[in-house]
């Protein structure tokens, strides 16, 4: 048997796998484990984030994992090893694979190097504990090479570690490239990770900036200095007239007052969706304002109703149940468009999606043959279903299969809104804030609880009579909620 078979066979290596349908990438989020740790098969190690929700990945070995290949918050490819496992720890050494054999240092740059104490978890991220060489670095005109005793206090410095020995001082000071960009040093500039990170906060590129640090590495205040626009040179350095115009007041704050965060996940997810949905299907939304009285003192009896006991009874419950009521009064509605074969697709099952708004953005999970479940079962499966969205948990099988949505905007005290479809749905209803008004009642001026909803759907599959008689229906439930019986 090869070094390289006992070697694969030992440290078995987990891939990230794909957890959805058809997804191609995903974010580490949070390790449960470290180096070291003795982990079984079905322990969880890890949770990621997909374009469609956090899923925990539990490794299908025993053994102590050897090497974390990735850091938290890395998105990393579906099929890309992030985690290997040393699955007979008390076998002994085994030799490495030829190819890994060579000094890591040489595929590594001074930038990357780690603090002596902390978990390198990044590939190719921290010089190899085994070698101390580095690649030989390419001079570059107008920068005089720094001198070994030089690069070994660079990195110490980038180390965190106290040199060996006293270090003699460079022969002569870094001086910037001809251009003024590059400071000297071959592929990235020099720069600790902080510093790395001051600079991608502030939209720097570190290969634009002079360094002023030791060694040519670029310090926190050679970013500062970048991020705020330099002055006019004075007339003993550009003699002759200068033209520029000065800086317009407030335009040296504003970058520093500004935070760019990359658009990846249940966000971007998300974005790509309407997007694609808006631009897509031909929207049509309607609206109809609603006495909901009745159906707001019906929520308060079924909170005390011994067949509701344990469930969580809201307005939110009511509104989904005249929704599936509605429908069952006009199947129609409830179809999907097939632009590949152009046809349409009739469903005669509702998967209901809820819009819910999480920390990480918004999600719409559905409850599986809504239309057919009873009202303790629908309160059972709504309650699950936000509670499971706020944690994070929802899975990726719970937010596939949608038919139709409902969105409780009124949550947030708005009105109404016009919703954007789920793609691959026929409709979606937002149901609005419910507010004391005035309202004629037996013809009488009273004070009832009026709320407005919003009925959007796709003008392929729903004509402007069909969505209009959805829509009223689902408010003549509302309006009047003894129908949930003697319609559905």
């Not at 078979?5 to 990230?16: D, L, P, V």
């Not at 990359?262 to 966000?267: S, T």
């Not at 279903?385 to 038919?403: F, H, I, N, W, Y």
């Not at 037996?442 to 919003?454: E, F, H, I």
Request: include cysteine; hydrophobic fraction near 45%.
């Amino acid at each position: 048997m090869t070094a390289s078979t006992a070697h694969a066979q030992r440290f078995r290596e987990f891939k990230m796998p794909d957890v959805g349908e058809g997804l191609t990438e995903a974010e580490i989020l949070k390790w449960y484990v470290q180096p070291g740790d003795t982990v079984t098969d079905g322990q969880v190690v890890c949770e990621v984030e997909t374009a469609k929700a956090a899923v925990e990945l539990p490794i299908p070995y025993d053994g102590v994992v050897h090497e974390l290949n990735f850091g938290e918050g890395v998105t990393v490819d579906v099929g890309t090893a992030i985690i290997s496992v040393d699955t007979e720890p008390g076998a002994g050494p085994v030799a490495a694979p030829a190819a890994q054999q060579a000094p890591q240092a040489a595929a590594s740059t001074e930038e990357d190097a780690e603090p002596q104490g902390r978990q390198a978890v990044l590939v190719g991220y921290g010089a190899a504990p085994s070698s101390t060489k580095r690649r030989a670095r390419k001079p570059q005109p107008g920068v005089p090479a720094q001198p070994e005793p030089a690069r070994a206090a660079l990195q110490a410095e980038l180390n965190g570690r106290a040199a060996s020995a006293p270090v003699a001082a460079p022969a002569a000071p870094v001086t910037p490239a001809a251009n003024g960009a590059g400071a000297g040093h071959a592929g990235r500039p020099l720069a600790k990770p902080p510093v790395r990170k001051l600079a991608k906060d502030l939209g720097i590129d570190l290969a634009a900036i002079v360094p002023t640090g030791p060694g040519g590495v670029i310090t926190r205040e050679d970013v500062h200095a970048a991020a705020t626009p330099a002055a006019a040179p004075s007339s003993a350095e550009a003699p002759g007239p200068v033209s520029a115009a000065p800086a317009e007041p407030g335009l040296v704050d504003a970058a520093a007052r500004e935070r760019r965060v990359p658009v990846k996940g249940v966000r971007k997810a998300t974005a790509q969706a309407m997007v694609a949905s808006a631009f897509t299907a031909p929207h049509v939304t309607e609206f109809i304002t609603v006495d909901v009285t009745r159906t707001m003192k019906l929520v308060q009896e079924l909170k005390q109703d011994p067949d509701m006991a344990g469930l969580r009874v809201n307005p939110l419950l009511l509104v989904a149940r005249a929704f599936l009521v509605a429908i069952k009064r006009h199947p129609e509605v409830n179809a999907a468009w097939d632009e590949a074969r152009q046809e349409i697709v009739y469903k005669d099952y509702v998967n209901l999606g809820i819009a819910a708004a999480t920390p990480r953005g918004l999600i719409v999970p559905n409850i599986k043959d809504a239309g057919v479940k009873t009202l303790p079962q629908l309160a059972a499966e709504l309650g699950d279903l936000v509670a499971t969205a706020r944690e994070g948990k929802t899975s990726p099988a719970a937010m596939t299969g949608g038919t139709v949505t409902l969105t409780n905007v009124g949550v947030f005290g708005v009105d109404t809104g016009t919703p954007i479809l789920n793609p691959g749905e026929s409709a979606i209803l937002a149901f609005g804030a419910v507010k004391l008004q005035p309202w004629v009642h037996k013809g009488k001026v009273k004070a009832r609880q009026v709320t407005t909803l919003a009925l959007s759907f796709d003008h392929r599959l729903i004509d402007g009579e069909l969505g209009s008689k959805l829509l009223a229906d689902v408010a003549a439930v509302l309006e009047r909620p003894k129908r949930l019986i003697t319609w559905g």
